[in-house]
């Protein structure tokens, strides 16, 4: 972002493209990237908020910028290194990620980037502002860099320095608020829910348009193919996916049914 020039860069993501691999490490051939071609720049001080809607790939790319999923190096850094292949980056507690489990976690003070994943749904009122306060406080005296990716807008509306919108895995959007403000005059929920509108919009238009063609989504972007589940469901000796036997041809559960 433009706003960082004259400060410290402590995250950079330049192109990142992102498939769950299969069996064999390696995305299954033909499947459509699930993040692709997302850049993007914060500094250092930055608080930074990542919307979307459901699905749209926030996890999937705070995940990945904290080493939980491995990509080429060049494509994320964190601090200057590789979140996947500098394992000293979490263990030392300058890069931390905190999901929907974070109160079990280790107190998360004196990191130098914070990942959160929608972590003040089970806050009360008063427990989330002191927290949104403190990480406000942290930011500003200490120069630390937070991505918070959530669905609940209330307080926030002076809380963050940029705002980042993904849809469909692609960046649509990456502005400081100041000038997220100077182009709209809602406030920040209803800004963001303008933006989710015309999303959804756009996609009913789309799949209307499929099924009077009669063409599937798959078959409109040529040879693309969905991976499927890697796993098993807890306490079951069967996939979790169900369906025919091919439908499991690009699984990582293949190797098991054969």
């Keep these: 972002m433009g706003d960082t020039v004259n400060k410290r860069t402590t995250i950079e993501i330049n192109g990142l493209k992102f498939t769950y691999p299969g069996i064999d490490g390696h995305p299954p051939p033909g499947s459509k990237p699930l993040i692709n071609d997302f850049s993007l720049s914060l500094g250092a001080g930055d608080r930074c908020l990542l919307v979307g809607s459901n699905g749209a790939g926030k996890t999937t790319i705070l995940k990945i910028l904290g080493g939980k999923h491995m990509v080429d190096q060049g494509m994320v850094r964190v601090l200057g290194r ?136 798959a078959e409109e972007g040529g040879t693309a193919v969905k991976v499927m589940n890697n796993g098993w469901a807890a306490g079951r000796l069967h996939s979790t996916m169900a369906g025919a036997e091919e439908s499991f041809f690009f699984s990582s559960n293949r190797v098991l049914r054969q």
């Design 82 to 217: 590789s979140a996947f292949h500098d394992t000293g980056l979490t263990s030392s507690g300058d890069l931390c990620y905190l999901g929907g489990e974070w109160k079990r976690d280790v107190a998360f003070a004196g990191f130098e980037v914070l990942l959160l994943d929608e972590i003040t749904v089970d806050l009360d009122v008063l427990a989330r502002a002191n927290l949104l306060s403190f990480l406000k406080k942290d930011c500003e005296e200490r120069g630390a860099t937070i991505i918070y990716a959530t669905h609940i807008f209330d307080g926030l509306e002076n809380w963050p320095t940029h705002i980042v919108y993904v849809a469909h895995g692609r960046l649509q959007l990456a502005l400081p608020m100041a000038k997220v403000r100077e182009t709209s005059d809602l406030s920040l929920m209803r800004t963001v829910e303008r933006w989710l509108r015309k999303e959804r919009d756009e996609d009913r238009k789309q799949r209307k348009e499929r099924k009077a063609k009669g063409v599937s989504e």
